[in-house]
């Protein structure tokens, strides 16, 4: 799909939103769990509370990060076709985030299960407009692997690119090797990415320790 953008704002109210943005970063700062991060951002020129371990960043580190971030990238499908993310083009993914889902049969609502993500993944794998593929929470696998084993459901079962969001460094590192896996090696991988990843802040401004390991490894 291509040239339909979906914009509910206008480029004033963006413009509005991104000054204050700008202006909290830098007068109230971020909750930043890491200390090697903290040190980073220290020594790059932000006002750092180590104790309270909050970070409060300059408009300008702000506006010379976003510079170095590209308008848009590609990831690759298990085909190799290219999907590109960001600039003109509108891609679209399948949900994700439902621990609980109706049943196919029953009609009543019950925990999904890993069965219930491949079923999902072959579902998205069949429909010609979504790009990225992603999983509800399964609730039958060990707590603390059910990232990885969501990650192992889609590549499986569908050729599409999987999106997933790992919920701490280890899950990350366990679903990096599995994309690598995947692209025939880690420098292969790094040239041609078949998995998208997403690591977000908590609100109110806050970047957890586990948000953090995801997004360095």
Not at 159 to 173: E, F, I, L, N, S
Not at 181 to 199: Q, S, Y
Request: aromatic letters at 4%; one cysteine or more; a negative charge.
């Amino acid at each position: 799909m291509q040239n339909y953008r979906f914009d509910p704002l206008s480029q004033d109210e963006v413009h509005k939103i991104d000054l204050a943005t700008m202006e909290v970063l830098e007068k109230t700062g971020i909750i930043v769990e890491n200390d090697t991060v903290l040190e980073l951002l220290e020594q790059n020129g932000a006002k750092v509370n180590k104790h309270e371990k909050i970070a409060k960043i300059p408009e300008y580190i702000l506006k010379d990060g976003l510079k170095k971030v590209p308008s848009s990238f590609v990831v690759y499908t298990r085909k190799g076709e290219k999907v590109r993310i960001g600039g003109d083009q509108t891609v679209l993914s399948s949900g994700a985030g439902a621990s609980w889902i109706l049943d196919i049969d029953t009609g009543e609502p019950r925990p999904a299960t890993k069965k219930d993500s491949e079923n999902y993944a072959k579902v998205t794998d069949a429909m010609e407009n979504i790009s990225l593929c992603m999983s509800p929470i399964i609730q039958d696998v060990t707590p603390s692997l059910v990232d990885v084993h969501s990650a192992q459901a889609m590549i499986c079962n569908t050729t599409k690119t999987p999106w997933v969001c790992p919920g701490d460094g280890m899950q990350a590192r366990y679903i990096i090797e599995m994309g690598a896996v995947l692209a025939g090696g880690m420098e292969e991988l790094r040239k041609r990415p078949v998995i998208l990843g997403l690591a977000s802040p908590n609100s109110p401004l806050r970047l957890a320790s586990r948000d953090i390991d995801v997004a360095l490894e």
